[in-house]
């Protein structure tokens, strides 16, 4: 998977916004941001060997995303 971005609809209603950015040398830039906040959740990740689907970006970020703000 190449750069890209999407939008989902959670449980819940939230709308979250998630970007997979490939980088240089095996690895990945990821982010969540939940639709009308300020936070946006980033993880760089290093030595990535394998692309991350859709499902592995959105599952990354369940923990905080699961916190109702």
Known sequence: MPDEEWIKT???GRKVKFIYQ?????????????????VVYSV????????FS?????????GE???KK
């Open 44 to 51: 760089l990740l290093t030595k990535q060997k394998n692309r």
């Open 10 to 12: 959670l449980e819940d």
């Open 22 to 38: 490939e980088l240089p040398q095996d690895g990945a830039f990821i982010t969540a941001q939940v639709a009308g906040n300020e």
């Open 65 to 67: 995303l699961s916190k």
């Open 54 to 62: 859709r499902e592995d970006v959105e599952s990354h970020f369940e």
